[in-house]
């Protein structure tokens, strides 16, 4: 097995581990992780395009929610708390606002 192989079947890995978390959120994603789902279709997107492929960016979510965005969004994301909010924004500005 190669390492390419290696690394799709890793990245199909991840998308399965979050497929079955839909209860963590992408604002808890990019507060604990610095990316979410979202950065993970945007790279998706982008590499495709690297390779000559076009792929749009509702193409990429649904690759990686497992089903188009809005109804994903419809489903399952919720709205963020005020300490989801403030946590986010303290890892976005470490500084405190400096």
């Known amino acids: 097995m190669s390492q390419e192989q290696i690394e799709a079947a890793v990245f199909r890995r991840l998308l399965s581990h979050l497929d079955g978390r839909k209860d963590v959120q992408n604002i808890d994603l990019m507060t ?29 979510r649904e690759i990686v929610y497992g089903m188009p965005y809005a109804e994903w969004k419809a489903h399952y994301q919720t709205e963020a708390t005020p300490e989801q909010t403030a946590a986010f924004a303290a890892q976005q500005n470490p500084s405190g606002g400096e």
């Not at 604990?32 to 495709?48: D, H, I, P, T």
């Open 32 to 60: 604990l992780a610095g990316f979410c789902r979202n950065c993970l279709s945007k790279w998706y997107a982008e590499e495709a395009a690297q390779q000559g492929l076009t792929l749009d960016k509702e193409a990429a």
